[in-house]
């Protein structure tokens, strides 16, 4: 069975830090690449950060230089690092194996017909 759990959300003040975690099971991420959105209450759905196939990492213009993503092979697991938060950070988070595919522009996440989604986490940052 495929499965995407991702963990680590919560609650924090302006320039908080949170580690998000993702495991996949029933298929390995170093095939579908690994991607992390963010869908806000009133945004379509945000790419945060994607480590490639190739192990090429990107970031979203709105978090460089403030989250990183990282990878443990052994446990099939990718991390998002997210330091300095902010209110704007605040959204559901959902770690993603797209395979390559890219999300089209103006979707909402999870887009559950493409590729594998997790069930999300909530992050919630505070003034």
């Known amino acids: 069975e495929v499965q995407l759990v991702e963990s680590g959300g919560g609650s924090v003040e302006t320039g908080g830090s949170l580690r998000l975690s993702c495991t996949a099971s029933?298929?390995?991420?170093?095939?579908?690449?690994m991607n992390w959105f963010r869908q806000g209450p009133e945004n379509e759905c945000e790419l945060v950060s994607e480590?490639?196939?190739?192990?090429?990492?990107t970031y979203g213009d709105r978090v460089k230089g403030r989250f990183t993503i990282s990878q443990d092979n052994a446990k099939n697991t990718v991390y998002l690092q997210m330091n300095n938060l902010k209110p704007e950070d605040t959204a559901r988070y959902y770690c993603?194996?797209?395979?390559?595919?890219?999300?089209?522009?103006?979707?909402?996440?999870?887009?559950?017909?493409?590729?594998?989604w997790g069930q999300g986490t909530q992050v919630t940052v505070s003034s």
């Open positions: 480590l490639n196939r190739d192990g090429s990492i």
């Open positions: 993603a194996g797209l395979f390559g595919f890219r999300l089209p522009r103006g979707s909402y996440c999870p887009l559950r017909t493409l590729g594998y």
């Open positions: 029933g298929f390995a991420f170093a095939e579908s690449g």
